[in-house]
């Protein structure tokens, strides 16, 4: 494992092998970069091929509906109500 800093990007570099899984091929991901970028089992992940050369990996970020927004928010997470004061002719 190989760990660089170009441009205040830190990037870490590892080898793994493609193996067969079915008709496709897989590559497995180490504990310690799913770990990172917080991935687990069941993760969607978008693939892309760049100029035919390579591939990148990029979690896709998890939708939420309304319901599960409404869910998180908490009287400990609520903010104040914040007062504006009037701007122009609106009716109060």
């Known amino acids: 494992m190989e760990f660089n800093r170009e441009k205040g990007v830190k990037t870490m570099t590892m080898t793994t092998t493609v193996q067969k899984w079915g008709n496709s091929l897989a590559v497995r ?5 799913a770990e990172r ?3 687990h089992q069941g993760s969607e992940m978008e693939l892309s091929v760049v100029d035919d050369h390579g591939i990148t990996l990029v979690p896709k970020k998890k939708k ?3 319901e599960e927004l409404l869910a998180l ?3 400990e997470n609520r903010h104040d109500e914040i007062d504006f004061g009037i ?3 609106e009716m109060i």
């Not at 991901?29 to 970069?33: E, K």
């Open 87 to 89: 701007e122009g002719n």
């Open 29 to 33: 991901i180490p504990s310690a970069v």
């Open 64 to 66: 939420y509906t309304l």
């Open 73 to 75: 928010a908490k009287p």
């Open 37 to 39: 970028i917080a991935i």
